[in-house]
């Protein structure tokens, strides 16, 4: 098993930038695809990017070439570098750990997904 925590989350005003961490213990990250969901309120919950065991990335459209997801597997963190922050990405983010086939499909399957964070809010003012 494997225990998230996510952190980071803030108030930014629109084209500003922030780093989310999601710290796990536990196993280790490389075990498991690594994603990075959010969900709006009204709205349902979306995959954000996924990372493989290699390293390998996939985005969503909506915030490719803004945001980027690593890990820093000796320090068994996950990331989610968030640049030109726009209103509409204003959510809470979610970290998730998964097994190996939830990194094969796009967009992610949610239940795909067994172990999830509690969540950070970012919120993007104009």
């Known amino acids: 098993q494997v225990q998230l925590q996510e952190s980071g989350g803030r108030s930014v005003q629109a084209g500003g930038s922030l780093i989310l961490s999601c710290a796990a213990s536990g196993n280790t990250i490389s075990s498991y695809c690594m994603g990075w969901f959010r969900q709006a309120p009204g709205k349902e919950r979306e995959g954000v990017g996924h990372?493989?065991?290699?390293?390998?990335?996939t985005n969503a459209a909506s915030i490719r070439g803004r945001f980027t997801i690593s890990q820093d597997n000796a320090k068994n963190t996950l990331y989610l570098q968030m640049n030109s922050l726009k209103p509409e990405d204003t959510a809470m983010y979610y970290c998730?750990?998964?097994?190996?086939?939830?990194?094969?499909?796009?967009?992610?399957?949610?239940?795909?997904?067994?172990?999830w964070g509690q969540g950070t809010q970012v919120t993007v003012s104009s």
């Open positions: 990372i493989d065991r290699r390293g390998h990335t």
């Open positions: 998730a750990a998964g097994g190996l086939s939830g990194c094969y499909y796009w967009p992610p399957r949610v239940s795909d997904f067994g172990y």
